[in-house]
């Protein structure tokens, strides 16, 4: 009797198999929230910047698609140059629109498409007609007044009630020594107002605490060493080692920048230059120079600084502190463009966001914006600015057809009445990264982007090869999920929506590539945020 187990006819035919190889990688990255960089090689960028970055703010948790707009007012004449707010210590703000149309419009309370906005002031024609600098000051006597200078047009006060126009004279509201039709720009410092004299080096004061009686002249000129003309004037409160103090900024079009400290102007002894910097020549309007918490933020042909940046002795490109990784683009834009009206810069609390408007181009109109918190860059697209304000805590901006909009709101962009406008987009191209080697070829298998948002975002998304910076085509159209309620949306038709839900898929990519960057385009409700992606690749060999 044989010892030997038999072996079935099944087992002698199958043979052993050894464990398959896996050719394909899997790369997790986290969303951009560095923002746009423009100052690194292309390949192997920081993977938490972006080549592109539209629409898509970076936030400290991921990208946040921007809110829409919808009109405030309309049927303006014209231009919508200016807009001005009125905000006593008692009662409500009023706010105000000029136009170049001569005219400024109330537009305190929104108004539907067929309503004009009342006219408060009429035919005042300026060098730049509705081109109006504004500030709030309340007088020793303690009345508030809402301070308005155009060049050309002149000066007009308003104390809730009446707009009058301040002429040269010596009579009550009016000035004493100069015409006010010359005044081109108007602040604030140490209780004094101060006026730029248009088309001059020269400034003027009033006496502390009034709108009116004689002014005083104050003349940079001697000290421009680049030549110009003075453009603008604002306060500055730093440390200058015996506790805060206010300094006098004056800037030049020809980019010197003048710091004097002191109060009374009239005594050279206790007040006087104490610096004397250049930033390059600044664009047109008045608009380049904006306040931010200490600081101030300004706009020249070399792109954005802060005054303490520039004090530090630091530029504009290798080791500036704020803009330093986009300031080679921004500086060729603005040099590109200084007489063209606006390049205006503004903090927008509300948004948290300092935004810089660029005149309108062929190509649309855009703003750069900084994030405060996360200190980072993105572009915003679509919104048609043509001056912009932070009115009554919120953003306002006039455009070129007549309209005010209330910017940063909704889910959707010019919507007008009850009709909802055009769904919101963003587009980002993250830096090219090896994907493992960069000397390997990959071929593109999958990508998959994640989100969270109220509802599930329409997303179109692919891998960019070796420095292509194309995109895909736009989005899907949107489908709002909408905002139905338990116990009132009916079951079986109602769309449901939630709070902070997570949206992710894989998506089939195509080509190959010894380096890849992802290209995405989403449209989706406002706050819709882009956490991170993953990309699934199959290595190939060198050759």
Not at 319 to 330: F, G, M, T
Not at 409 to 415: I, M, Q, W
Not at 472 to 479: E, H, K, L, S, V
């Amino acid at each position: 009797m044989s010892l030997v187990p038999a072996i079935s006819a099944r087992s002698r035919s199958t043979p052993r198999r050894s464990s398959a190889t896996q050719n394909h990688s899997v790369f997790a990255f986290q969303a951009p929230l560095k923002g746009l960089d423009v100052s690194q090689p292309l390949a192997g960028g920081d993977p938490l910047t972006a080549v592109r970055l539209e629409n898509l703010i970076p936030r400290v948790f991921g990208l946040q698609l921007r809110k829409g707009y919808k009109r405030w007012c309309s049927n303006m004449g014209g231009d919508v140059n200016s807009l001005l707010e009125f905000v006593p210590a008692v009662g409500e703000t009023q706010m105000f629109a000029a136009s170049d149309d001569t005219n400024i419009y109330d537009i305190t309370t929104v108004l539907p498409s067929s309503s004009t906005p009342p006219i408060v002031v009429t035919g005042l024609p300026g060098t730049v007609d509705g081109e109006y600098s504004w500030i709030n000051f309340t007088t020793s006597a303690g009345v508030h007044y809402l301070v308005a200078v155009s060049a050309g047009a002149g000066m007009l006060v308003y104390d809730g009630t009446t707009w009058t126009q301040v002429i040269e004279g010596t009579s009550t509201l009016q000035i004493e020594g100069i015409d006010p039709a010359k005044f081109a720009f108007v602040m604030i410092f140490k209780s004094r107002l101060w006026f730029v004299e248009e088309d001059s080096t020269r400034a003027w004061y009033l006496p502390v605490g009034q709108v009116a009686g004689k002014a005083t002249l104050f003349d940079f000129g001697s000290m421009f060493a680049h030549g110009g003309s003075l453009q603008l004037m604002s306060n500055w409160t730093m440390d200058g080692g015996q506790g805060m103090d206010d300094n006098l900024v004056a800037i030049s079009s020809e980019g010197d920048v003048l710091i004097y400290q002191g109060t009374d102007p009239d005594e050279a002894s206790t007040f006087n230059m104490v610096g004397r910097w250049y930033l390059g020549r600044v664009p047109v309007g008045r608009r380049f120079c904006t306040g931010y918490a200490q600081d101030l933020a300004i706009l020249s042909e070399r792109g954005l600084c802060f005054l303490s940046e520039l004090m530090r002795g630091q530029g504009f490109f290798a080791n500036a502190v704020v803009a330093q990784n986009v300031n080679a683009e921004l500086a060729r834009n603005v040099a590109g463009s200084l007489s063209k009206r606006y390049w205006e810069i503004r903090f927008l609390p509300h948004e948290q966001l300092i935004i810089i408007n660029v005149p309108r181009t062929s190509f649309g109109e855009y703003q750069w914006a900084y994030e405060v918190n996360n200190r980072a860059f993105c572009t915003l697209y679509d919104m048609p600015m043509l001056s912009v304000e932070n009115l009554d805590g919120r953003t306002y901006f006039g455009d070129t057809e007549g309209n005010v909009w209330l910017g940063f709101e909704g889910n959707a962009d010019g919507t007008v009445d009850d009709v909802t406008g055009k769904d919101l987009q963003g587009i980002l191209l993250t830096t090219f990264q090896p994907m493992g080697e960069g000397v390997r070829l990959k071929r593109f298998l999958m990508v998959r982007p994640s989100f969270t948002s109220r509802s599930a975002p329409a997303v179109q998304a692919r891998l960019n090869n070796d420095w292509n910076f194309s995109m895909p085509p736009g989005a899907p159209p949107y489908i709002n999920a909408g905002n139905s309620l338990w116990d009132n949306g009916r079951w079986d038709t109602a769309v449901w929506s939630g709070e902070n839900n997570s949206y992710e898929a894989w998506i089939g990519c195509t080509g190959t590539g010894r380096w890849a960057a992802l290209a995405l385009a989403v449209r989706g409700e406002a706050d819709t945020t882009f956490i991170g992606w993953t990309a699934l690749v199959e290595q190939g060999g060198i050759l």
